[in-house]
Nanobody, 115 residues
Framework: QVQLVESGGGLVQPGGSLRLSCAAS????????MGWYRQAPGKQRELVAR???????NYSDSVKGRFTISRDNVKNTMYLQMNNLNPEDTAVYYC?????????WGQGTQVTISS
């Protein structure tokens, strides 16, 4: 069983920054792939970024160059640094991991970009 807890969401103005955290129960070094997804009202959940155990990363085109995903295997936490935020980034952000063939999700954290 894997438990994931996101934090760090909030309300920021356009152009601002936030750092999301995803704390996992147990060692995250077990997880080959960890990722951040988001879901805006009325839209499907979409991939934002993924990070592999090798350190390789993938980003959606909409966030490339603005967001940075990272993982700290000592703190058992994954991060999403989000810069130059715009209203289109408003969504609930979820972290997930793929472990032993099963996807685990956190409860989500709300990110709202508004002036």
């Amino acid at each position: 069983q894997v438990q994931l807890v996101e934090s760090g969401g909030g309300l920021v103005q356009p152009g601002g920054s936030l750092r999301l955290s995803c704390a996992a129960s147990g060692s995250i070094s077990r997880f080959g792939i960890m990722g951040w997804y988001r879901q805006a009202p009325g839209k499907q959940r979409e991939l934002v970024a993924r990070i592999f155990s090798t350190g390789r990363t993938n980003y959606s085109d909409s966030v490339k160059g603005r967001f940075t995903i990272s993982r700290d295997n000592v703190k058992n936490t994954m991060y999403l640094q989000m810069n130059n935020l715009n209203p289109e980034d408003t969504a609930v952000y979820y972290c997930n991991v793929l472990f032993v063939g099963r996807l685990y999700w956190g409860q989500g954290t709300q990110v709202t970009i508004s002036s």
